[in-house]
């Protein structure tokens, strides 16, 4: 009996051994694209407005003469880049007054808290977004806590076609949600060569990885960017800027020719609508 019980011994321990779970992976940060990390010199895209941000995400400067006003940031790592930029074009942190966003995603509004501290500007939002911005994009519904940002609380929350004025500036909010709940797009008009130039900053209108169809979290998905296609169409819109560069025909490297491809708002809804059909189709073949 002691001989068997000797041998019974290791062999428990090794049972032990095999049975102890693997342990839980580690807490990994987002990674984003290298081109939305690459910095890049002020760009003038209008006689009032500069891409100040990275090679393929926007963070628009807009200066009127009460001051200037910040749309969207890019990825958190932005903030000290974004207030240098700033300062190349003579805006010190104080002369920033306003930040406005598109969604409340990691890769625009990453470094708005760091803005907000260094130059005590007035964040703009809407109901929607002012949730995920005060979770700090935790609990998102398509991408659970994947893409955690410093949290921010807005002190303005505008409804759909409220107007926000800066000097002799006024900004446009259009709600086109779909890629969030609360995505925007604004629109402003500024001049070129002094003429007048219809802005139009629409935001995201793309699904990535989106269930679709039957969406416990969110289920008017579908009409929610249905209307955003009609929205965008219906923009004033003689020059279309996008969160991300190459959905309007921008680059942003390219001092000489930084819009090779100019893309309309009625262009940019139309893909992103057929991109939606395709991958509706798609997701009711694997069901």
């Known amino acids: 009996m002691r001989f068997l019980a000797s041998l019974a011994l290791p062999l428990f321990a090794a049972n032990l051994a095999l049975a102890a779970p693997k342990p839980l992976p580690q807490l990994e940060a987002y990674e984003g694209l290298q081109a939305w990390l690459v910095p890049v010199e002020p760009l003038r895209i209008s006689d009032h407005v500069w891409q100040i941000g990275t090679a393929s995400i926007s963070a628009l400067l807009v200066k009127t003469d009460a001051g200037a006003v910040l749309i969207d940031g890019g990825m958190p790592q932005v903030a000290d880049h974004l207030l240098a930029n700033m300062k190349k074009l003579g805006v010190q942190p104080q002369d920033l007054r306003l930040i406005l966003h598109s969604h409340a995603h990691i890769d625009h509004v990453g470094p708005l808290a760091a803005i907000k501290r260094a130059t005590g500007a007035v964040l703009v939002s809407n109901a929607e977004s002012a949730v995920l911005l005060q979770r700090g994009g935790a609990d998102d519904i398509h991408f659970g806590s994947g893409m955690l940002f410093a949290p921010l609380t807005p002190e303005r929350?505008?409804?759909?076609?409220?107007?926000?004025?800066?000097?002799?500036?006024?900004?446009?909010?259009?709600?086109?949600?779909?890629?969030?709940p609360g995505s925007m797009s604004w629109t402003w008009t500024d001049t070129q060569d002094g003429k007048p130039l219809r802005i139009?900053?629409?935001?995201?209108?793309?699904?990535?990885g989106y269930q679709l169809r039957d969406n416990a979290r969110y289920p008017h998905l579908i009409d929610a960017f249905r209307a955003s296609f009609a929205a965008v169409r219906a923009l004033p819109c003689d020059l279309l800027l996008t969160p991300h560069a190459e959905g309007s025909g921008w680059d942003y490297t390219n001092a000489e020719k930084p819009h090779p491809a100019p893309v309309s708002c009625k262009a940019y809804a139309d893909k992103a609508e057929q991109k939606l059909d395709q991958m509706l189709a798609e997701q009711a073949k694997s069901r």
């Open 157 to 180: 929350l505008v409804q759909d076609g409220e107007t926000v004025t800066l000097g002799d500036t006024t900004f446009t909010v259009h709600f086109t949600p779909g890629h969030t």
């Open 200 to 208: 139009a900053y629409a935001d995201s209108l793309s699904a990535p």
